[in-house]
Nanobody, 123 residues
Framework: QVQLVESGGGMVHAGESLRLSCAISGPILTSYTMGWFRQAPGKEREFVAAIVWSDGSTGYAPSLKGRFAISRDETTNMVYLQMPSLKSEDTAVYYC????????????????WGQGTQVSVSS
């Protein structure tokens, strides 16, 4: 069973940066895709980015492409989300997720989830 633990959230001012981390324990198969989602109060959970474990190929939500960057470290079983120049609308709980297979943009297509880490951006 794959277990995911997020960290790195916090309270920042608009324009500042954060890097979220996701520690993975359990058997990660090369066929896995790791994803980041976020959920703001009163809104549905939305896709942010995904990375294919085997080759590092990435995918992003169209609205966030070019702003955030997802990466992985195979040696330490970590996934990261670099978030520069944060905006108030980025405020949300950010979740790490895993699925077997290619990247998908819907939350229900991911089998494993972390507990989430809060990101709060003040304007």
């Amino acid at each position: 069973q794959v277990q995911l633990v997020e960290s790195g959230g916090g309270m920042v001012h608009a324009g500042e940066s954060l890097r979220l981390s996701c520690a993975i324990s359990g058997p990660i198969l090369t066929s896995y895709t790791m994803g980041w989602f976020r959920q703001a109060p009163g809104k549905e959970r939305e896709f942010v980015a995904a990375i294919v474990w085997s080759d590092g190929s990435t995918g992003y939500a169209p609205s966030l492409k070019g702003r955030f960057a997802i990466s992985r470290d195979e040696t330490t079983n970590m996934v990261y989300l670099q978030m520069p120049s944060l905006k108030s609308e980025d405020t949300a709980v950010y979740y790490c997720a895993a699925r077997r297979g290619l990247p998908r943009g819907r939350a229900y297509e991911y089998e494993n989830w972390g507990q989430g880490t809060q990101v709060s951006v003040s304007s």
